[in-house]
């Protein structure tokens, strides 16, 4: 789901909304949790998940078509932790595929 699909589903179940006033919402907190994250704040939405920020060290790295080396400064990156309730409504009536067993080998009959 895109932002512009987010914005049109919430118009459609709150039909007393505008949608400009929609999309004013949530561009306010996506700026936010943003801004938060860019400051180094962690940013937790309860029954959600959790956003924070994790440093990656300078490292170095090899170019794959020439095999260089080439040095890759640190970084931060954005990174999310689904919450507990969210977690479970996406395991709720969910069932993995079990690995299929081999048919047990026949024996052969000793004379």
Not at 23 to 38: C, N, P, Q, R
Not at 41 to 48: A, Y
């Amino acid at each position: 789901m895109i932002k512009s699909e987010l914005i049109s589903r919430i118009v459609e179940e709150n039909p007393h909304l505008f949608q400009r006033d929609v999309e004013l919402v949530v561009s306010t907190v996506f700026d936010e949790i943003s801004e938060a994250l860019s400051r180094g704040d962690r940013v937790e939405l309860r029954g959600f998940g959790a956003f924070s920020v994790k440093k990656r060290e300078a490292r170095i790295a090899r170019n794959p078509r020439t095999g260089e080396a080439v040095p890759v400064p640190e970084k931060r990156a954005p990174y999310f932790k689904a919450g507990k309730e969210l977690r479970e409504r996406l395991n709720e009536g969910y069932e993995p595929e079990q690995p299929k067993k081999k048919p047990a080998a026949k024996k052969k009959a000793s004379a």
